[in-house]
């Protein structure tokens, strides 16, 4: 199915625009391109680079400009049109542009045969965090223009070299990334801060199982991490941070000059699809917008999960069903990939994960392998070669 079969083109030129440029995105374009090569894609995205977001932990050892393609550099190499402009969505207006088959993007109309939305799930930054937001607390967001590397040392130089630490909120697969490349960066450059965990969850990277939660907490014992975990985080005052235990509900305060706050995305924006990637609106598929990513959540059996894996998978499967929709034939495609493992990065020299089966999980140096062959994959798809299977 994913070689296009079934796709009998019709003798006009489409036009498809593509609103996000993360994965799903670039995914999608890259399918198009492969198997339409006369289509007019248009790529509309508020940013001027794409990123290769789940690398932004790597900061602390390489600078930030690895992880960034110029959109005006894929516009060459993929001979779409990039519009720089921010969609406002919902869902009565994709159903207004549904019926006009035209969008507006900033001053310039963009009208269109295909709509794929992929614009990423809300990042639960600062902004969102309510009493949370003050000098001493970064979020994901804050790594997208500055290197890891480059924020810590601007964020120490005001400070006194008094011992303190530096805390980490968020077990989950970012949170524990960063904690590992930023002890991997203290230790290189000797810096005397101790570093802490805290995860209202009783034990890390939970949504996967055990042998991840056990092997990680192990690493943290060996390299002397605080970890307070069912501990949930209210604030950051001053030097001081203030959390409260999930159980008995009572309220602490331990030293941190710093917090790193990665708590997930929000799930209010996210658009429901059936399980071709069409959008619902009132019960209804929108027959020519589609979505992908991680701002949606197929009506299927395949894998919903806020993971590059999966948005790849959407955004190439709704690139071939936009394409088979518009031929002859009309015959889609199911979205049914199910995850084929999952890495996380701990540190330069570590790694714990699974692949094909989610309790086979392996370790050290095959885990690190298993992240390298991914990365390298996704890499070729950027330059243009497409080695994904399904």
């Not at 997930?264 to 959008?279: A, C, H, S």
Request: with cysteine.
């Amino acid at each position: 199915m994913a070689l296009l079969p079934l796709y009998i083109p019709k003798n006009r030129r489409l036009k498809i625009v593509i609103a996000g440029g993360g994965y799903a995105g670039i995914a999608a374009m890259t399918t198009l391109r492969r198997y339409s090569s006369d289509a007019e894609i248009t790529l509309i995205d508020p940013g001027i680079n794409h990123l290769k977001i789940t690398h932004l932990h790597e900061t602390f050892r390489y600078p930030l400009s690895d992880l960034l393609v110029p959109y005006t550099a894929l516009e060459q190499r993929f001979g779409c049109r990039y519009i720089r402009s921010t969609l406002s969505l919902d869902e009565s207006m994709l159903c207004q542009w549904q019926q006009d088959h035209c969008l507006q993007a900033g001053d310039v109309r963009v009208p269109f045969d295909y709509l794929l939305v992929a614009s990423g799930a809300r990042l639960a930054c600062q902004n969102d965090m309510g009493s949370h937001a003050t000098k001493n607390v970064f979020g994901l967001e804050d790594f997208f223009t500055v290197s890891g590397a480059d924020l810590l040392d601007r964020f120490l130089e005001t400070k006194n070299s008094e011992r303190s630490y530096i805390s980490v909120i968020g077990g989950g697969a970012t949170g524990i990334q960063f904690l590992f490349e930023l002890a991997d960066y203290l230790y290189r450059h000797r810096i005397n801060h101790g570093l802490r965990l805290v995860d209202d969850k009783e034990r890390v990277l939970q949504q996967f199982p055990k042998g991840f939660s056990w092997y990680v907490e192990k690493r943290l014992l060996e390299l002397d991490i605080e970890f307070y975990p069912g501990v949930h985080f209210l604030e950051q005052r001053a030097d001081k941070l203030l959390l409260e235990d999930k159980t008995s509900g009572r309220h602490f305060v331990l030293p941190s000059i710093l917090s790193l706050a990665f708590t997930g995305n929000r799930p209010g924006n996210l658009i429901k699809t059936n399980l071709f990637g069409q959008v619902m609106a009132a019960g209804k598929p929108l027959e020519h917008v589609f979505a992908a990513g991680d701002c949606s959540v197929y009506q299927s059996l395949g894998s919903n999960t806020m993971t590059a894996q999966s948005a790849v998978r959407k955004g190439k499967l709704a690139a071939r069903n936009m394409l088979r929709h518009s031929g002859m034939l009309k015959v889609l495609e199911p979205y049914l990939h199910r995850d084929l493992g999952y890495v996380v990065s701990l540190g330069p020299d570590d790694a714990v994960g699974w692949l094909a089966v989610e309790n086979n999980v392996v370790t050290g140096i095959p885990a690190q392998i298993i992240k390298e062959i991914v990365e390298a994959q996704y890499d070729l798809l950027l330059s243009g070669v497409d080695t994904y299977l399904v």
